[in-house]
């Protein structure tokens, strides 16, 4: 039997020397500045934010704990400050077209500036107006104009009832306007005298009429002209007078936003209107009595309303580019709303109810969402990017988009200048490149976090500093050298590599709080190493109790696990059960009975449905493997069940494939196991072991089990050699293998690993395919044989 190699105690784990520090305390660093670890990141990040392109926003992938959101926020608040102020956004009154308001841009600050000046004007001349038309000089010239016009009017009639009078008529007012009644004696003519005229003098009395009749009409006709050249004198007069009262106030306003021709524009259109609407500012004084009904009121505010200025985006006291984080991103929340108001039972809304969405707030400058809240609202993505395509923010109904709702506003949408920057996951990048045609256009840079980087001298210094920085921002104890040199080992632990560091900062962060907690407890100035590893033991004792009820039911024998004695076609294999917030490994039982048949390997768990595809996929590899081996000359006519015992759960993964062909083998060779050795790490088709994952959980798992039986010193682990990187152990399995009471093998193939489990030679086979006697292989070979011989004596038979 070729000899095998235990591990040493040095090379279950990489312990940090705390010597090898410059300082004593994380108070005599500086603290960090940026983050470590994630060049490629930072790199990727660094070149968005400096590519002013359409279509290059950033997608930053990653985990979360990464450091992911607390970075890109800090690096883009970094870059934005140094970033001119983008403009101010407005909406106002679109007189042409009320529906569709205009939006206006203006230098940061004046948006409130424009929105004061409009409030005051109105102001002035809800006041100017009234007293401008109850001037002594209007009520002078107004007089003039409607005395002269009376004297006229009073001239056409006098001229006409002297006409009438000649004709023997006299004009007579009646309900029906003006009528001409005929004279008889000076006396107005009554209907017997008519009917008493002779024929003759009826017919000339009627010609007469008729003359007078179409007199009247000229008459009329004059003076109706009369009155439209004194409305027109009149109209004349008010519109000069309101000109004189609005175009100074205007003008000054126009001299003010003099470089702003969309200012100029509206003020030009709010002058024009105010003129054609003077009565409005005349009436404003009936406003102002308490005894106005509802009715009235509404109308009041109405009409002042379509001068003022919605000021949508406020930069008056923005500096630098804005920074928006958007932690709801729903429809309204970033593109913006149209809000409704009921007036006697009546919904309405004007220009004034649009309101700003997020896009509006970040436009010149940052939004920052996370891609896991947009996905909650569907809709929400379809906007984003439509408003990333068109360069314009649009402000919709989302119900009349659906359908739901016809009509209403459609404000002039908003030139979009922004860069959004959306966190997510690997999977979410992958899925949304693959699927999604607009997303590759429109994100275009992608900054990856990586979950671990290299664990060189170097870095230990930046984790000491990102130490040192939250002591100092979250006013911590600071740490002694002892101290940080435990953290570095525990990052080592979550990277699962003894020459990497975990990136996570979220679950160092929370090691560094409950540190500071328990040494503030125990009375300390300073958080020492004994301090982080009561945080590290206290954190897995809140989240323990379940792998303490699986290891009392393994104690209490309602678990089936053996740890002393032999067995043939038994194997312990190892598992990691994970809970989210915490992880262990158990052992299983797995179990092998070869006999002879056709149907191959069953897998029991398969066949019942409780297996996932990659557990399946081990599985069958042991065919190929066993295939290879022994049955090069003959058909591999055996059937095999395999199972994992009291398991009532699902399995997934092929780190327990090499441990299914031990068992295997066993069972074929009849050679027994040691049950004191379990096993992990998966098997390829040429028997090469393969790396597998939870390591440092899986011995740990094994190695309790062992401890409350009592450890012999037979007892031990045998994993995948590329996994020894992997192993950062507690300090107790180190003691215990450093005492010789357990034992960890790395091993590279199947014929290492069986030989370790049987103390029984493999064997190699010669030239002509046999192996040698003695050895597990030749046993097996033998089984397989007899099994063929078996079978073809029955189908001879048949």
Request: overall charge negative; proline content about 3%; charged content about 30%.
């Amino acid at each position: 039997m070729s000899s095998y190699r235990e591990l040493t105690p040095e090379e279950l784990s990489n312990r940090c020397d705390c010597l090898a520090f410059g300082f004593e305390t994380t108070e005599e660093l500086k603290p960090l500045d940026g983050i470590i670890g994630q060049g490629r990141a930072a790199s990727a990040m660094a070149f968005g934010l400096a590519i002013k392109r359409s279509g290059y926003n950033i997608f930053v992938s990653g985990l979360t704990g990464t450091g992911r959101s607390s970075y890109t926020r800090a690096i883009v608040s970094r870059t934005a400050i140094n970033e001119k102020v983008p403009e101010d956004w407005c909406y106002v009154y679109n007189f042409k077209d009320p529906d569709k308001p205009i939006c206006i841009n203006l230098p940061a600050g004046m948006g409130f500036k424009l929105q004061r000046d409009m409030k005051k004007l109105v102001k002035s001349l809800k006041i100017k107006i009234p007293k401008a038309f109850d001037g002594e000089a209007y009520e002078k010239q107004k007089s003039q104009i409607v005395q002269e016009y009376q004297e006229k009017s009073s001239q056409f009639m006098e001229g006409f009832n002297e006409y009438a009078k000649v004709h023997g008529f006299v004009v007579r007012k009646s309900e029906q306007g003006l009528a001409t009644v005929p004279l008889l004696d000076g006396k107005p003519m009554e209907e017997k005298d008519y009917i008493n005229m002779s024929p003759e003098d009826r017919r000339r009395l009627e010609e007469a009429s008729f003359n007078v009749q179409n007199k009247l009409m000229e008459t009329m006709k004059h003076i109706r002209e009369l009155e439209k050249a004194v409305r027109d004198k009149i109209e004349h007069l008010e519109t000069k007078i309101a000109l004189v009262a609005v175009e100074q106030p205007v003008m000054e306003l126009k001299e003010k936003y003099g470089q702003h021709k969309n200012v100029l524009d509206y003020l030009q259109s709010v002058q024009r209107e105010i003129i054609q609407n003077i009565e409005d500012f005349r009436n404003t004084d009936k406003g102002e009595q308490e005894e106005l009904d509802l009715v009235e009121k509404i109308r009041v505010k109405d009409f002042t309303l379509k001068y003022q200025v919605n000021l949508l985006v406020d930069h008056r006291d923005t500096k630098g580019a804005p920074v928006v984080f958007e932690s709801n991103p729903k429809y309204h929340n970033l593109l913006g709303k149209i809000e409704y108001e009921s007036n006697m039972g009546v919904v309405t809304t004007d220009f004034s109810k649009i309101k700003p969405g997020s896009l509006h707030l970040a436009n010149g400058g940052y939004i920052i969402i996370n891609m896991s809240d947009i996905l909650r609202s569907p809709e929400t993505w379809e906007g984003l990017k439509r408003a990333l395509k068109t360069g314009s923010i649009a402000i919709e109904n989302i119900y009349a988009m659906a359908g739901i709702v016809s009509g209403g506003m459609k404000p002039e949408p908003i030139p979009l200048n922004v860069k959004v920057i959306i966190i997510g996951s690997a999977q979410i990048y992958q899925a949304l490149y693959s699927y999604d045609e607009d997303f590759r256009k429109l994100f275009k840079i992608k900054a990856d976090f990586d979950i671990d980087m290299y664990s060189d001298a170097e870095n230990c210094l930046k984790y000491a500093q990102f130490i040192s920085s939250h002591c100092e921002k979250k006013e911590l104890l600071h740490f002694d050298r002892s101290a940080v040199a435990c953290v570095i080992e525990y990052s080592r632990r979550l990277a699962e590599h003894k020459q990497k560091l975990s990136t996570r900062f979220n679950d160092i962060v929370e090691i560094l709080y409950e540190a500071d907690a328990w040494a503030r407890i125990d009375g300390a100035g300073l958080v020492t190493r004994d301090s982080v590893k009561k945080a590290i033991s206290q954190k897995i004792y809140r989240s323990n109790r379940i792998e303490e009820k699986m290891q009392e039911y393994i104690d209490t024998g309602i678990v089936l696990i053996s740890t002393e004695e032999r067995v043939v076609g038994q194997v312990n294999g190892l598992s990691v059960l994970d809970f989210g917030d915490y992880s262990f490994g158990k052992p299983s039982r797995i179990t092998a009975v070869t006999f002879a048949g056709e149907k191959g390997i069953v897998n029991i768990e398969r066949e019942v449905e409780m297996s996932g595809s990659i557990h399946d996929k081990g599985v069958l590899i042991l065919t190929g493997y066993l295939g290879e081996r022994f049955a090069q000359e003959i058909p591999l006519s055996i059937a095999a069940s395999i199972c994992f015992e009291q398991l009532y759960d699902g399995v997934e993964g092929d780190s327990a494939s090499s441990t299914e062909l031990y068992a295997l083998l066993s069972s074929l060779a009849e050679v027994p196991i040691k049950q004191y050795i379990a096993v992990t790490g998966s098997v390829n088709q040429k028997g090469e072991i393969q790396p597998i994952g939870g390591v440092n959980e899986k011995i740990e798992g094994f190695y309790q089990t062992c401890k409350v039986r009592g450890l012999k010193g037979d007892e031990g682990v045998m994993i995948p050699h590329q996994n020894v990187v992997n192993l950062m152990l507690n300090d107790e399995v180190i003691d215990a293998v450093k005492a010789g009471k357990f034992h960890i093998y790395p091993v590279r193939t199947i014929e290492e690993g069986i030989e370790i489990l049987t103390d029984v030679p493999a064997g190699v086979r010669d030239q002509d395919g046999r192996y040698p006697g003695e050895t597990v292989f030749h046993k097996v070979q033998k089984k397989v044989e007899k099994f063929a011989k078996l079978l073809d004596e029955l189908e001879s038979e048949e």
